[in-house]
């Protein structure tokens, strides 16, 4: 009899727990960036696994209305470096997509090309957005620690032509996954 009891508590304490969301497997403070380093918080991100890839919850604000490419990047630094000209540059110090299969190619988060390309972010006329996107390629949060999430100024066409990278452009914002 205890033991019955005991098996039923459980199974309706883990049924009562089912429709609790599940807290974020990783949260990432998005700020400013420019060539002069790291600046004021723009939001965060919230990183989580699902069955679909990973689930990115994008909230910042601040930023210029329009579409940016988001990607992340191969380290876990925002602070701006010297480019190949050596000009002081926005988040350089995260380096370039992350790409662990060397495909040397920007295919957007459906593609084959980098495993960075994450999905385009729309931002509204206030500055401001709000929404949950998925990494299909991305299948776990633990492995996208230690690397840099980077928001675009602009858009991303998901191509190398006729822009390198999907036409993104600088670097505006930035956040390490920790």
Known sequence: MRRTLTSVFAATALTACAGVAAPPS???????????????????????????????????????????GMHLHANGSCEAAANSSGQMTAAAAAGGHFDPMQTGHH?????????????????????????????????????????????????????????PLGGGGARIACGVVR
């Not at 060539?35 to 689930?55: D, F, K, P, T």
């Not at 299948?139 to 991303?156: K, M, P």
Request: hydrophobic share 45%; proline share 6%.
């Open 107 to 163: 295919a957007g988060p459906m593609g084959d090309g980098h495993l960075g390309d994450l999905p385009l972010l729309h931002v509204g006329a206030d500055g401001a957005a709000d929404v949950t996107l998925v990494a299909p390629r991305l299948h776990s949060v633990d492995a996208l620690r230690g690397h840099a999430i980077v928001i675009h100024a602009n858009g991303d066409n998901y191509s190398d032509t006729p822009a």
């Open 26 to 68: 990783a949260v990432v403070s998005m700020r400013d960036v420019s060539a002069a380093g790291v600046g004021a918080g723009i939001g965060e991100i919230s990183l989580a696994n699902s069955g679909a890839g990973v689930r990115l919850h994008v909230k910042v604000h601040g930023l210029p209305p329009g579409d940016h």
